[in-house]
């Protein structure tokens, strides 16, 4: 499985971005996808997951500015993130859960400036 995410940049506090992020290869049985992101000198946390039936859960964080979504395709997922802010400055990796495997795109960088 191989994972290619797009869609990072720099953007001004206030202001929306969206992350795509693109799954290739044997991507049946696939239980979640899923958007973490890490900033320096930080733990990878999740951001927003749902599941091959549509649910989403979200950080608290996040919550209310985020929405995750799967394209028609289901092999894509998105996120769409408003109201940014500063602190949501981060390298976001897109994630393919799988029975106990994790799979990681190669991560894409969002600076917010205030």
């Known amino acids: 499985v191989q994972l290619q995410a797009f869609g990072g940049g720099l953007v001004q506090a206030g202001g929306s971005q969206r992350l795509s992020c693109a799954a290739s290869?044997?991507?049946?049985?696939?239980?979640?996808l899923a958007w973490y992101r890490q900033s320096p000198g930080k733990q990878r946390k999740v951001v927003a997951i749902v599941s091959t039936i549509g649910n989403t859960n979200y950080a608290d964080s996040v919550k209310g500015r985020f929405t995750i979504s799967r394209g028609n395709a289901k092999n894509t997922v998105y996120l769409q993130m408003n109201s940014l802010k500063p602190e949501d400055t981060a390298v976001y990796y897109c994630n393919l859960k799988r029975g106990s495997w994790d799979y990681w795109g190669q991560g894409t960088q969002v600076t917010v400036s205030s």
């Open positions: 290869g044997t991507i049946s049985s696939i239980n979640a």
